[in-house]
């Protein structure tokens, strides 16, 4: 699988990269230099869930969650992307850099035959301007910073990962979002790029603050600060972030969602790796602050192998660890493991098989089990 093909346009999808790059239609119209690109994936995938049921919170191995409250589910249906159409131009006027942005994306998987045809999911939709001595400033919507680096080098991007039904039917998989990293979210923002020197870079960005899903605590006139920065050096990469935001509770004390992470890429030979731990307090199992308070630590881990020029091998584990709960109704820990095959039957199309077993455990100690396979492809364009 040649990444490498489709990064930009996987970077446009999650990073705004141009995709122009990942072989999208390019084309000149006046001032403006105007690529039309996107992605198309279905999976199939069949969950089996076993153990306790009892595990409360976002105990993603669950019947609740991991097999949409059976003991099983067959799903055809988006892995970690969705599907996806990306639109971008750019061009210079009076010696400024000026660019614009917009996704659109749909859900291949419903609970009906009829209840998705309606729902477009926005995630992008921005515009850029700035110059190459000063840097880029960009306003709108996109996403996130914080977990940006650690789920751009999941390998389960071309995949499904974690096959929780609950979020497939209507939307993704998780990959290893809530058993690895926490998702990296999309935001309004304003955010400033310094110039790129000698391989460093580096972003900050305030966010339009949000509420804590499935919680009373809110995000009110405090917006969020999220920061990002890497070094990438022959075959290799590092990166660090952070993200902060205040929360109010109408019903009692807020709290204030601080988090960092660092984590890493290697690339020797035919062999990959890859790290990433984010640690910190509420900043949540699957988006920010979805636990409350809690104090939260999260580890992704992945090797691949690139056995043929078309077919590459990975194995990659996460957790996604909370401290304190009450027992009997909170969450401990997520942790997903994944075996995939990913085969480049064209420059385009990549061919995905995986394997994967999810186990979630609460404060007392029950444990849920979710066993997974996923077979598929995804389609750059």
Known sequence: MKTSRHAALIGATIAAAAAGQAGAADFKAGDWDLSVGGIINAF???????????VGGLALATQALGCGGDSGRAVIGNGLLPNALVTSAKG???GVDIGATLMIGAAASSDDAIGNNSNVDVRQGFLTFGTADAGTVKLGRDYGLFGQAAILGDMTLFGAGAPVAA?????VTLGHIGAGYTYLGTYGQASYTMP???GLSATLALMSPVDASGTTYAGRTSPQIQAAASFAFTGSKVWAGFKSQKFDNPAGAGFTMNGAEVGGSAT???FGLMANVQ?????????????????QTDLVVQGTFQATPKLKLGLNWGESRLRDGVA????RSNAN????????????????GELSHTTSKDVAGDTAKLDGIAAGAILFF
């Open 268 to 270: 020797l030979g035919a």
């Open 92 to 94: 210079t006027q009076d």
């Open 44 to 54: 199939y995938t069949r969950s089996h869930c076993s153990g306790s049921q009892a």
């Open 279 to 295: 640690s910190g307090k509420g900043i949540g199992v699957l988006s920010d602050g979805d636990s409350g308070p809690r104090k």
């Open 328 to 331: 009997g109704t909170d969450l």
């Open 337 to 352: 493991l994944t075996g995939g095959a990913y085969f480049a039957l064209t420059k385009s199309l990549t061919l995905t």
């Open 196 to 198: 790129t020197m000698s």
């Open 167 to 171: 979020t497939q039917r209507n939307r």
